[in-house]
């Protein structure tokens, strides 16, 4: 029977949960939109090529194991700590995840007009503030959620910049499995985190989305060079902190190992493709199923509001749902990613791509086509590239995931898995070496995700 | 037509798909016959991992017996007792002195025989297998190393020090339990929170706090007495040593154990008397960065040179264990 702790426990966790949530969601998506802007200026002013490469760079932290960020926080603002810097380190890993969502919705919805506003030579401000913002409000409320349901189960950051009163229910949940077993607990935490966001989900509620512009490209009107700092200082300082001590890591290359390095990378860099491959294409099946049933009304709201249980209890679950191993718990994790991922997909863009089919159904339906043939004909062509590129940004989570993965897996299975070991056995510098195998499997995996929606697209629709 | 455009474009995906769950069911099948004459042991993640002594543990143990061990990993050592009710296993190593009431209250265990028990207490379902004392590492030059843990509290470890949490990992716990239990618990929360000023880090796990330590974002770090042998044998850096605190240390002892339910029981005492082998605790030693149980594994190698500090016992250790919850707010409240 799930339980709840005392309200002395629990309320200064809650506090601090919803606190450093909310701000650092707000903060992500301001960050966010000059990071967007900062994108735009890439693709018109540097080619659509440089633009894509600027996309994947600024997903980096993303990537990344999350102790190399915050050792990137000590070393660029060692003083920025507690609330704030928990704050501030929430909207630097995030913020190269909404410029990039951002952009696409701005290319999707704001193409034309933006063509005509420089045109007729509007102001960038004005164009901002009367139209851009207004029109892009049901996006930036989705991001706004997104970004809050990661802060709100975040554990290690809280935990490392925000000193002991960092804790949040994410940390409360582990805690109580951890030193009691005391799952009834941890379950009815679980149980008050689905709701919560679920509540904020309601209340946010979502604008409707407006139709899919034709031609996607960069707006001269929308683009700023000065937000390209926000966009890629982030990854900047992953990189500087990466770049740090180069060849530590290669000294330690081999050493203590009862295999061979390239026998133990060579074997889990086929196992994290795998994940991630098999990860993304549950989301993009996940994701089409869903555009296929087209949720409304209830059964929408509660997709937007939907949130995956913290990864020790997904982890738990799946464990007991299925146990096998060997190559088995390779699915396992993919099946778990997809399921904590694709709610907040379906929250970040899903919907807004769903919504702007609403009306080409509505005539469709009206016209007497059956959900089989709406499908085909004007679902797929349309949403295969935007399911296909979400998938992409989820098989960069796959890449770098060791929370979920470490429950599931009966050992080192995947490069990541690799990486945090190698952090708790001395070997750090090794370890920061192979998060640039990381970093290169993750570009690789969300390229081919992203060229498969391009190509998938295109077909269908000739 | 336009069904065979449709069925065309999704043709590729579904077949790779159908491809890739095949195939993924062969491999799971084969795997799932070879598990059953296997010794199935359950540790956590470090141990079990290509660094630590597991795989060659396993390559020594099949040499000798011509069986077979599978190791399995827990994640945290703190889920072990949880991951054994998904994975029933034939032994368990990595549960410290701390968990051992837990371990006995959450799960039965077997008594270990005479023979292989000798050196098992406070219980005899539990058998150390290596220990080390809970300390301060630092780097030579860097700074002047504490002497007490009073000595932490002075200006000069200024932002110097990582530390972690007890809520999440064993040598935070031992830490905090180690403060409370010498300077009483009012004192010992005063003490802490004269502390903050020092305090650069304090992560979730070791590997936290150590990392930051290693990349010089701290000066010293909690840690394990026997640390600097890694430093010393595998990078060759010599600066690395642990602080002696005249009021002694707490030990971390890990233990190995077999549940009741254990299916190759005597196998499993058999791997249990294994691990206190001369060849196994210098495995342990290497892998682990832990002291043996025999002292004298650690003749000619790097743990000789390693100070022992003398033990310190936590007299009231049982009642703080009691108070865990309310002491653990605290620590919380108290913004470290």
């Given at each position: 029977m799930p339980t709840l702790p005392d309200s002395s426990e629990l309320l200064p966790v809650l506090w601090f949960t919803f606190g450093q949530a909310f701000v650092s969601a707000g903060l992500a998506v301001v960050l966010g939109f000059l990071g967007a802007l900062g994108l735009q200026w890439v693709g018109v002013r540097l080619g659509p090529r440089s633009s894509r490469t600027a996309e994947v760079m600024s997903l980096l932290p993303n990537v990344a194991p999350v102790l190399v960020f915050i050792l990137a926080m000590f070393r660029f603002?060692?003083?920025?700590?507690?609330f704030a810097g928990v704050v501030v380190a929430h909207a630097l890993l995030n913020v190269g995840l909404v410029s990039v969502a951002l952009t696409r919705a701005i290319q999707d919805k704001l193409s034309g007009m933006a063509d005509l506003a420089w045109i007729e030579g509007a102001g960038r401000i004005r164009f901002l503030r009367r139209v851009a913002i207004p029109l892009l409000r049901g996006e930036i409320l989705a991001l706004f959620l997104f970004v809050f349901a990661i802060c709100f189960a975040s554990f290690a950051v809280p935990m490392m910049i925000g000193?002991?009163?960092?804790?949040t229910i994410e940390t409360l949940i582990w805690q109580k499995i951890r030193l009691g077993g005391d799952w009834s607990s941890a379950i009815g935490l679980s149980i008050l985190q689905f709701a919560f966001l679920m509540a904020l989900a309601f209340l946010l509620g979502r604008e409707p989305a407006t139709p899919i512009a034709g031609a996607r490209s960069g707006q001269r009107i929308l683009s700023w060079a000065g937000g390209v700092p926000f966009l890629l200082a982030p990854t900047v300082f992953i990189l500087l902190t990466l770049l740090e001590n180069p060849f530590a890591g290669l000294s330690q290359l081999g050493a203590g190992s009862a295999h061979s390095f390239s026998e133990l990378v060579a074997d889990k860099l086929v196992a994290s493709f795998f994940v991630s491959f098999l990860s993304g294409s549950l989301i993009v099946g996940l994701l089409m199923t869903i555009a296929y049933l087209d949720p409304r009304g209830v059964t929408r709201r509660l997709l937007l509001g939907a949130v995956a249980p913290s990864a020790v209890i997904t982890g738990f679950a799946i464990l007991f749902l299925w146990r096998e191993t060997g190559t088995a718990t390779l699915i396992k994790i993919s099946i778990g990613l997809a399921l904590v991922a694709t709610p907040a997909f379906y929250r970040l863009r899903w919907d807004g791509v769903l919504s702007s089919l609403r009306g080409q159904r509505s005539i469709a339906e009206t016209l007497g086509a059956s959900r089989s043939l709406i499908f085909r004909k004007i679902v797929w062509p349309q949403t295969i590239g935007a399911a296909c590129f979400v998938a992409g940004l989820a098989s960069l989570w796959a890449w770098g995931d060791f929370a979920l993965s470490r429950v599931v897996a009966e050992g080192d299975v995947t490069l990541a898995l690799i990486v945090q070991s190698l952090m708790e056995s001395y070997r750090l510098e090794l370890a920061l070496t192979l998060v640039w195998i990381l970093i290169l499997g993750s570009a690789v995996t969300f390229f081919i995700f992203e060229g498969a929606g391009r190509v998938l697209g295109s077909k269908s629709q000739t | 037509m336009e069904r065979k455009k449709f069925l065309r474009a999704a043709s590729g995906p579904l077949a790779l798909l159908i491809l890739l769950i095949a195939g993924i069911t062969w491999l799971t099948r084969e795997r799932a016959e070879r598990k059953h004459d296997v010794l199935h042991v359950m540790s956590y993640s470090s141990f079990v991992s290509a660094w630590g002594p597991a795989p060659e543990l396993a390559k020594l143990w099949k040499a000798q017996t011509g069986l077979d061990v599978e190791f399995q990993d827990a994640s945290d050592a703190g889920l072990i007792l949880e991951k054994m009710k998904l994975f029933p296993v034939d032994a368990v190593i990595g549960l410290d002195q701390l968990s051992l009431d837990d371990a006995r209250e959450r799960q039965a265990w077997r008594q270990l025989p005479e023979s292989i028990a000798s050196?098992?207490?406070?219980?005899?379902?539990f058998l150390p297998i290596d220990y080390a004392a809970v300390g301060f590492i630092f780097r030579e030059g860097e700074i002047e190393p504490p002497?007490?843990?009073?000595?932490?509290?002075?200006?000069?470890f200024r932002g110097a020090i990582a530390l972690q949490d007890p809520r999440s990992s064993s040598p935070g716990m031992l830490f905090f339990f180690w403060v409370l239990d010498r300077m009483g618990v009012e004192e010992g929360f005063k003490f802490l929170e004269s502390l903050k000023p020092n305090v650069a880090v304090v992560a979730s796990g070791w590997s936290g706090s150590y990392g930051a330590f290693t990349k010089g974002r701290a000066k010293t770090a909690l840690s394990f007495v026997t640390s600097p042998a890694y430093h010393w044998s595998e990078e060759k850096d010599r600066r690395y040593h642990a602080a002696v605190f005249e009021e002694g240390h707490p030990i971390q002892t890990e233990y190995a154990a077999i549940p009741i339910?254990?299916?190759s029981c005597e196998t499993a005492e058999r791997f249990l008397s294994f691990l206190r082998s001369p060849e196994a605790q210098a495995i342990i030693m290497q892998k682990n960065v832990m002291f043996p149980i025999d002292p004298d594994v650690r003749k000619g190698t790097v743990f000789t040179e390693l100070n022992e500090p003398q033990t310190y016992v936590m007299k009231s250790l049982p009642e703080l264990q009691k108070r865990r919850a309310e002491l653990f707010e605290r620590w919380r409240a108290m913004g470290l």
């Open positions: 603002a060692p003083s920025l700590k507690g000193g002991t009163r960092g804790t | 050196g098992a207490k406070p219980f005899n379902e002497k007490s843990l009073s000595d932490l509290a002075d200006p000069r339910d254990c299916r």
